[in-house]
DNA sequence: GTCTATAAGAAGATAGAC
DNA sequence: GTCTATCTTCTTATAGAC
């Protein structure tokens, strides 16, 4: 990773903890191992990097949503996937999904910061809702509608039993942002969560 | 309202607009209508400012609790009360809570400004956790608990029908907090949810 | 590209008159 | 309690040598 690359890691990671406002160059330029005036060298300034960080966010996401929606489609195409899918088998691949949002580390620093500066600007504020509400409720909400148009799953509202779905995951994520100490207990619930979720939406009623 | 109280007013709309860091003393003068300077005969300092409105948050908030536990109580002893509650009632009932806590001055501020600032420091966080998942969790728990122990719903897991009746509540919440041009599509949501939870959890199941 | 020195400006806070 | 004037400190950003 070069210098222009690591101001950027640096700074994602520090505006991710403190905001921009409360990051200062100099702060930034120390992590990375140069005096803040080198700096300028890199990025025209402040603002330049904070862009740079939300221009890099913006494409990791679309990256993510296509194949997102290409691993939706795919699936879809192969009806008996779902065939498989045995009840404890949905609720690991549900907790790696979780543990992956939770953990890796662009994902976790990007969340962090668009919930600290979401309301300094409209465009942030569009961005958490379009990576947080719509796009998860619109790939889900593919997933499990055609899961249902196979009978694998029963509702008359596949939208508000996605909400039922991604809703909970969601709430449980923001647990864990804010207290790492509580992923144990995130994670038990997430369980809980997505087999009795299996038990109200699931082929075979109670 | 006096100007000490005035100065805590304005300067909660700002850091719930802005941010802590992103308000300056100057500003919140302004719109009380004196000078900085005269500020300081209020409060210390900017910092002092921060924490009278924390402590007032936290005074409010407990306030709230307690109402919402004597409530609750109070509805547990008197069984009659479920009886009367039809779906439609029931999803009144819902509505009428949510556009509360979503247009209510005080609950839209606090919330906002904890949403911005629960990173900076550690017992904002823990205050956000109680306020928007543990004591949510606990007091919808314990009405819908009671009404499970009655037979006016059913369910063998009386917390995860929780968290179904309530992660979709926040997350509209959210969402109408970010953009208040989606309140409608929410409450159009938020009552398909109450329908389909009632017909889940319901006595009579569908 | 990195450094030291420094300019330029912003923001928090105080002094002291009224 | 409010004001004007001012101090101090912090932070961004530039200049110019190496």
Redesign the pocket.
Known sequence: MN?KERILDEALTLFSEKGYTN????EIAERVG?????L???YK???AIFDAIIGEMNRRFSVTADMLHIAGNDAGKDAGIYQEMSEEKMIELGVSLFQYYLHDDYTRRFRKMLTIEQFHDKALADTYMKQYYDDPLSYQGMLLGMMAAQGFLKTDNVSIMTLHFYAPIYLLLTVCDRDPDREEEAIRILKEHLRQFDQIYGRKKK
Chains 1, 2 share one sequence.
């Open positions: 210098t990051v200062f160059v100099g140069i005096k803040a005036p080198s300028y060298k890199h300034n402040k603002q």
